[in-house]
């Protein structure tokens, strides 16, 4: 049962059920549309963030770092390369090819997932 059928058989009758339902339609149609703004490295990240339990930066540094291996092994990632030293990550983008985004970046990048993955998955806590 959805969110909205959840309210719909919760709550009482009355204009309120009708306004709260109203506003679950319009929050979800909201979700979808964002889902589809993001980038090619924030979907990316974003499917790495749903496997990890605690996504913490090192956390994704290091599943980086074996997907980066793995692409060199079987060319399976598009993450090439993980330079600690000079703090960038090395990937591929399909349609714009090699390209590098700082660690301060990748930040960024990890605190977006970590929003939207707590929107659209529930971790029991």
């Given at each position: 049962?959805?969110?909205?059928?959840?309210?719909?058989?919760?709550?009482?009758?009355?204009?309120?059920?009708d306004e709260v339902?109203?506003?679950l339609r319009l929050g979800?149609?909201?979700?979808?549309?964002?889902?589809?703004?993001?980038?090619?490295l924030?979907?990316?990240?974003d499917e790495i963030v749903k496997t990890l339990p605690?996504?913490?930066f090192h956390d994704l540094l290091e599943r980086l770092n074996f997907e980066a291996e793995r692409r060199d092994l079987a060319?399976?990632?598009?993450?090439?390369?993980?330079?600690?030293?000079?703090?960038l990550l090395v990937y591929y983008h399909p349609s714009q090819g090699r390209k590098e985004i700082t660690f301060?970046?990748?930040?960024?990048?990890?605190t977006k997932a970590k929003k939207f993955c707590a929107v659209t998955i529930h971790?029991?806590?």
């Open positions: 049962m959805g969110a909205t059928g959840y309210a719909h058989a919760n709550l009482p009758d009355g204009p309120e059920r339902i109203t506003l979800q149609r909201f979700a979808e549309q964002w889902h589809g703004h993001r980038g090619f924030q979907c990316r990240i605690e996504p913490t060319g399976a990632s598009a993450f090439e390369k993980v330079d600690r030293i000079n703090g301060p970046a990748l930040r960024n990048v990890l971790h029991p806590r």
